[in-house]
């Protein structure tokens, strides 16, 4: 069923090989073991992601599209002043509760970087805004 836990265990009844032509067949339990996905993780029903945005964007906000673990493209809203690690959700796009028909919620971790090479116009741009804040200060 959707949602189901790794670890979680059925009991098939009846569905064991026949050991005994004597005996009736036994019950087969069979233990559910979910392998870990490579760019997702899970929190109960939450579905757990990353996104990796520059410094620039953080500061500024942006909107950006992000993969689901369906495949679908959702689009999401980063406001300004996004502080690095931070967590944004979008409600009911996470997995569906086994005992319930409610859905948990995709909570995406902001990685912040900052740029590896910068330009001598960017340096100088952002020596602008460092002069500017001084002088407010």
């Not at 502080?83 to 959700?89: I, V």
């Not at 948990?104 to 960017?122: C, E, Y």
């Amino acid at each position: 069923p959707k949602g189901i836990k790794s670890g979680t265990i059925y009991n098939i009844t009846g569905k064991a090989p026949k050991q005994d032509d004597n005996l009736p067949a036994g019950d087969l339990r069979v233990r559910i073991v979910i392998d870990q996905h490579h760019a997702f993780g899970r929190d109960g029903s939450n579905l757990i992601g990353a996104i990796e945005i520059d410094y620039i964007n953080a500061m500024l906000g942006t909107s950006v599209t992000v993969q689901h673990i369906s495949g679908r493209q959702l689009s999401v809203q980063i406001p300004s002043n996004t502080e690095p690690d931070a967590k944004l959700k979008l409600r009911g796009e996470g997995f569906t509760n086994a005992h319930s028909s409610i859905v948990g919620d995709f909570i995406i971790l902001v990685k912040v970087s900052t740029p590896d090479d910068m330009s001598d116009q960017h340096k100088k741009l952002l020596q602008q805004i460092q002069q500017e804040r001084k002088r407010k200060s």
